[in-house]
């Protein structure tokens, strides 16, 4: 045989077995099983996450201190209490109070009796009219000191202005009460805000009368609790936690919140009616953005790095790299890589 056809022959059996191997690695690309969704062009809530807690609504609730050092004799409630209006709480010891109302009424009745001796004095022309005036003075002193007396001894019994619930005791028996500290504190728990710390960037972004979507604890996964209206922004940053207090007023309940109890709001800060949305479960970590898996229709997917607008914990905001009705993947999408082949994850094809 020539040495040209052996030559051609040669390389139409190497073309052979290269096409036979390309076809082999193609045959033996491992499929990844996958879930996708379509992107979609819809209207798409921007929000802001923020911890906060259930608080008494001003006005609502209050706090009792002593009218004067004295000791503690009855504690009457515990934390958690209910109470109603009238209900003793706290009683001092009525000994100094009861020896202070007993000493100013005497000292009433001497400064009563000195005026009316020096005004009949002075209307017989016996004495001068500044004495009259001074016994008047010390008259309108007696008064005040008896009243004060009377009110501190009024006070020495700590009761319950408002029905609530106790939310504080600091009282301990047998312990001498300090003035400058309240010794029980109570709130109305069916008059309560919701008091989100945001950061002063994020506060920038809220305004009065967003709505509030509250759920339990400390992260957006929590349970549901309910729906809320901004009442006001604070005008300050808290020196202790560097936040911005956002009180949000509750509009409606899942159930009963509770004073004190830890809450995480999404307060809606923009609607766009008509962006590219995808779920989170889409968007893939690349350096400090972002990328998804667009699905093509030989079931190839593509590797596409995108820009996020907003961001919900559910879904995202596409301002650019995916297009509406395009296939991209969410579960399953960490273990894609560039021109992969797809398959539908367990039989359960495509989520709509």
Do not use: W
């Not at 009563?112 to 004095?121: F, I, N, T, W």
């Not at 017989?124 to 001894?153: H, M, W």
């Not at 309910?226 to 009180?247: E, F, H, K, L, Q």
């Not at 962006?275 to 350096?287: D, F, H, K, R, T």
């Amino acid at each position: 045989m020539p040495v040209a056809a052996l030559l051609l022959v040669a390389a139409t059996f190497g073309a052979g077995c290269r096409r036979g191997s390309d076809d082999e690695d193609a045959a033996a690309a491992p499929t990844i099983a996958v879930r996708t969704t379509v992107a979609a062009a819809e209207p798409f809530t921007e929000v802001v996450g923020a911890i906060g807690s259930v608080e008494a609504r001003a006005g609502h609730s209050a706090a009792l201190g002593a009218p004067g050092p004295a000791r503690i004799s009855r504690v009457m409630v515990s934390v958690g209490q209910h109470v109603s209006a009238g209900d003793v709480l706290v009683e001092l010891d009525q000994t100094a109070f009861q020896g202070a109302v007993q000493s100013a009424e005497a000292q009433l009745a001497a400064s009563q009796g000195a005026y009316d001796r020096a005004k009949r004095l002075a209307d017989a022309g016996i004495v001068p009219r500044k004495d009259v005036e001074q016994a008047s003075a010390e008259l309108a002193k007696a008064r005040a000191d008896a009243a004060t007396a009377r009110r501190a001894a009024q006070l020495s019994v700590l009761r319950a202005p408002i029905s609530g619930v106790v939310t504080s005791v600091a009282a301990v028996l047998g312990a001498t009460a300090d003035p400058a500290q309240p010794l029980v504190e109570i709130a109305d728990p069916s008059a309560t805000d919701v008091v989100l710390n945001t950061t002063p960037s994020d506060a920038a972004r809220i305004h009065e009368g967003a709505g509030v979507t509250l759920v339990a604890g400390q992260s957006a996964g929590g349970a549901t609790l309910g729906r809320g209206t901004v009442m006001d922004v604070g005008g300050t940053v808290d020196s202790a936690t560097r936040t911005v207090p956002v009180r949000v007023r509750v509009t409606s309940t899942e159930r009963p919140l509770r004073i004190g109890e830890t809450v995480f709001g999404e307060v809606a800060t923009a609607v766009r009616p008509n962006a590219i949305v995808v779920p989170v479960a889409a968007l893939v970590p690349e350096g400090d953005g972002f990328k998804v898996f667009v699905v093509d229709a030989n079931g190839i997917a593509h590797a596409r790095p995108v820009t996020i607008g907003g961001r919900t914990s559910a879904a995202a905001e596409i301002t650019a790299g995916v297009k509406a009705g395009e296939k991209v993947i969410t579960y399953g999408a960490y273990g894609v890589e560039d021109s992969a082949r797809v398959v539908p994850a367990g039989g359960e094809g495509t989520n709509p």
